[in-house]
């Protein structure tokens, strides 16, 4: 892994953006599986999230559901995106107040997101010692995590490049 922990990353990261229908078929084994139910709102909006490539903001998926169906509101979005992000499917980005897919959609786990505030790409980090290590000083401090997401901001190596 190079200094700045991109090399292995950008792996993962193209990997996974290219892969938007093997994604969904994951997310919708992973549904079965727990007994969930990936309504057709549910799986259109985890596809528009996953096709897009970066994060994308609840409203401009909202635009997207309209175009194809003309009368989406608001509320059945917020809850579709809350479903998805309850069951682990995809990730607030708080900071940017956007959303993106998950990884590894079978598995919870706390993940840290690279986030470049020029072109607004967002890289997962896939290391699980960034995670456990957040997650042992928390329980050292006597503090019961239940969810994090860890976002860095800073500038990804394409955009350095340009």
Do not use: W
């Not at 006597?142 to 340009?162: D, I, M, S, Y």
């Amino acid at each position: 892994m190079s200094h700045d922990g991109t090399d292995n990353q950008h792996a993962h990261h193209s990997h996974h953006h290219h892969d938007a229908k093997g994604f969904v078929r994951a997310v919708e084994h992973a549904s079965k599986e727990r007994g969930l139910r990936l309504t057709p709102l549910r799986r259109e909006v985890l596809q528009l999230v996953a096709a897009a490539g970066k994060p994308v903001k609840a409203y401009d998926l909202l635009d997207q559901l309209r175009e194809q169906h003309g009368n989406a509101a608001p509320p059945t979005v917020y809850r579709a995106l809350d479903f998805l992000l309850e069951n682990g499917f995809i990730h607030k980005l708080e900071s940017i107040n956007a959303f993106v897919s998950c990884h590894h959609p079978a598995e919870a786990h706390q993940v840290p997101f690279l986030i470049c505030d020029t072109c607004a790409s967002a890289q997962e980090v896939c290391d699980e010692r960034v995670a456990e290590l957040i997650e042992a000083q928390a329980r050292a401090l006597g503090f019961r995590p239940q969810a994090q997401t860890l976002e860095v901001h800073g500038t990804c190596r394409n955009c350095r490049k340009g």
